[in-house]
């Protein structure tokens, strides 16, 4: 296994669509994170996933936002009826830890989503 | 929530100077980790620090957590172009995972 995967690595989409990204975790790893990057920031948690339940969501998942973790394996991040602030980069991670304090992420590459 | 603040924001030093990269936390922090940034791309982990007064080294970056566990720094020794790119630090925030804004680094020949 080479890492945490994910696709596409590049969206564009006109203001509207629905998108929907995927990310393969290393395997084993039982937690899955989800984060969105803007320009100069630092990468803002979104959610994460321990197996196949959705164990926290942040306040910036707004109702168009949704993300599943079918099977504990890889997970999908959909963006519904896209705005032009959902331009962003779009980050996976995975862990294999079960206390978070002392719990290695290891990020994929991104997702860059531009909204026309 | 945890607030992680980085600096300086961005720093621009000739090749072969060394170079510090501070991360100071809102509250104590019990995980601290630094990742490394090639614009637009994911991050790569570097190094985590738990206790205080812990200090860790890989190659020419040393990162320390001080005694109360409220700020962290990176040092890198001799720096190279390879170096350059973007260093963030992260922490566990209770139940979820803070980043700071991010440190730009150049380094130039």
């Known amino acids: 296994d080479t890492g945490v995967s994910q696709d596409p690595r590049h969206k564009i989409t006109k203001r509207g669509q629905n998108v929907t990204f995927r990310c393969d975790p290393i395997?084993?790893?039982?937690?899955l994170y989800w984060y969105r990057q803007t320009l100069g920031q630092g990468p803002e948690f979104l959610t994460y996933f321990q197996n196949e339940a959705q164990l926290e969501k942040s306040r910036l998942l707004s109702d168009r936002f949704s993300a599943e973790r079918p099977k504990g394996s890889f997970s999908t991040l959909e963006i519904q009826r896209t705005e032009q602030g959902d331009s962003a980069m779009y980050l996976c991670a995975s862990s294999l830890n079960w206390v978070i304090s002392t719990d290695t992420q290891y990020f994929g590459p991104g997702t860059r989503l531009t909204v026309l | 929530s945890q607030e992680l603040e980085q600096s300086p924001q961005s720093l621009i030093v000739q090749e072969g100077k060394n170079l510090t990269i501070n991360c100071t936390s809102s509250?104590?922090?019990?995980?601290l980790y630094w990742y490394k940034q090639k614009y637009g791309e994911g991050l790569i982990f570097l190094m985590m620090l738990q206790k205080g007064g812990e200090e860790k080294s890989h190659e020419k970056i040393t990162a320390k957590l001080d005694e109360k566990k409220q700020q962290s720094s990176l040092h890198i020794t001799a720096s190279q172009p390879s170096h350059a790119g973007i260093y963030l630090c992260g922490a566990d925030g209770g139940n979820q995972f803070y980043f700071g804004t991010g440190t730009s680094l150049t380094v130039i020949p």
């Open positions: 395997s084993e790893h039982n937690r």
């Open positions: 509250k104590t922090l019990y995980g």
